[in-house]
C-alpha cells in the first residue's frame, strides 16, 4: 500500500491559500491545463526555470504574463532572434558625457519574470548569456556583476516544429532548466470555453493581482522545510540510478537532476496541503523533471523510444516505498 496523503497540514495553510489563489486566477486564462500551471508555479517556489516547448498559438505567453499579473511580479518579454546580441539580454554600458562616465542600462533580464520566446532562434553566444542568470542569478557586463532580481523566473519558450534558423539547445543549458513541459491542444470542450470567454475581450485585459508577492520569499522558504523521509530519498535516487544504467539511454539524469527531482516534490506536497512528501508527489514531477535532463542512443531514437517513455517505464518498474516505511 502506498503512502497515503492527509488532511491539510497547519504549517503549509498559508502556502496552500496562496498557491490556489493563483492557480484559479491563471485559469481565467489559460483553460484546462491546470497541470502545467502547477508546474510553473512549482518552479517559482523552487526558484527554478521553466522551458515550454509547443507549437505557435497554445498559450505560452499568455500563461507567462497571467503568473507575472497573478502574483504582481514585474513581467518582461525577450523576442529571440539570430541577429539578437547577449547585451540585448543583459544589459549595455553607455558613456555619459556630463560626468564623463560609463552608466549601466539594465537589459530585459532585470527582471522577476522573463519570457525568452523562441530562445532556440537566438545565437549559442546569446543563449550562454542566460547561463549565469539562470544558475547564480547575477550577470557579468564588461567585467563588472550585478545581482538580479529576487524571485526571478526565467520562461523559456521553442516552437518543436521549425528547425531552418534555430540552433538547438545545448545538454548543458536544458539541465538549468527545472521543468521542460507542453501545454498541448485543449480538447473540444476547453477550447470551446475559451471561444465564449474571448468573444468580447481577451480575459487577460481584466485579470487582477491574487495574492501579496511580498511574502513569497518565505513561502519558498517554507516549501524547503518539507518533510521527505529516508524511505522516498531512496525513491527518487533509485529512479535516478536507473536512467544512468537504463540501457536505451546514452545519457541518465544528472545530479542537479536529483536535486531538482527533491525540490519539486516538496513543493507538490506543499500545493497538495502536505509538509510531507509521498512517491505520488515524485511521479506527478517526474517527467517534466528529468526527460529532458536525458538523452537516447541513436538506434533507439530512430526508432521511435523518447525520455518521457523511457521514464514512465521506470516509474511503474521501480519499487514504490510502502506506507509502513515512513516513520
Do not use: W
Request: contains cysteine; glycine residues 6%.
Amino acid at each position: 500500500m502506498a503512502l497515503e496523503n492527509k488532511a491539510t497540514a497547519p504549517g503549509v495553510s498559508h502556502l496552500l491559500s496562496f498557491s490556489t489563489a493563483i492557480l484559479d486566477n491563471v485559469e481565467k486564462v489559460i483553460v484546462g491545463k491546470r497541470q502545467a500551471i502547477e508546474l510553473v508555479l512549482i518552479a517559482l517556489l523552487c526558484e527554478g526555470h521553466v522551458l515550454i516547448e509547443d507549437a505557435p498559438g497554445t498559450g505560452k505567453t499568455m500563461l507567462a504574463r497571467a503568473v507575472a499579473i497573478s502574483t504582481g511580479l514585474e513581467f518582461k518579454r525577450l523576442q529571440c532572434t539570430p541577429d539578437m546580441l547577449p547585451n540585448d539580454v543583459t544589459g549595455v554600458s553607455i558613456f555619459n558625457q556630463k560626468s564623463r562616465e560609463f552608466e549601466f542600462r539594465p537589459g530585459p533580464v532585470f527582471s522577476n519574470i522573463l519570457l525568452a520566446d523562441e530562445i532556440n532562434r537566438a545565437t549559442p553566444r546569446t543563449q550562454s548569456a542566460l547561463l549565469e542568470a539562470m544558475g547564480e542569478n547575477q550577470v557579468t557586463v564588461d567585467g563588472v556583476t550585478y545581482q538580479l532580481a529576487k524571485p526571478f523566473l526565467l520562461l523559456a519558450t521553442q516552437n518543436p516544429i521549425e528547425f531552418e534558423g534555430t540552433f538547438p539547445l545545448p545538454e548543458a543549458q536544458l539541465d538549468r532548466f527545472l521543468f521542460r513541459l507542453s501545454l498541448g491542444y485543449p480538447d473540444r470542450t476547453d477550447e470551446d470555453a475559451m471561444l465564449q470567454m474571448q468573444q468580447l475581450e481577451h480575459p487577460i485585459e481584466s485579470l487582477q493581482q491574487a495574492v501579496d508577492e511580498k511574502s513569497l520569499p518565505e513561502l519558498q522558504r517554507q516549501v524547503r522545510r518539507v518533510n521527505v523521509e529516508e524511505s522516498v530519498r531512496r525513491y527518487i535516487l533509485n529512479l535516478v540510478q536507473h536512467t544512468r544504467q537504463h540501457p536505451a539511454l546514452s545519457l541518465g539524469a544528472s545530479p542537479r537532476g536529483s536535486l531538482a527531482l527533491f525540490r519539486t516534490a516538496q513543493a507538490r506536497a506543499a500545493l497538495q496541503g502536505r509538509d510531507f512528501v509521498i512517491p505520488d508527489d515524485v511521479k506527478y514531477v517526474a517527467v517534466a523533471c528529468l526527460a529532458h535532463r536525458m538523452m537516447m542512443n541513436p538506434e533507439n531514437a530512430l526508432g521511435g523510444e523518447t525520455t518521457q517513455g523511457v521514464l514512465r517505464e521506470l516509474l511503474k518498474k521501480v519499487e514504490v516505498p510502502l506506507a509502513s516505511e515512513q516513520s
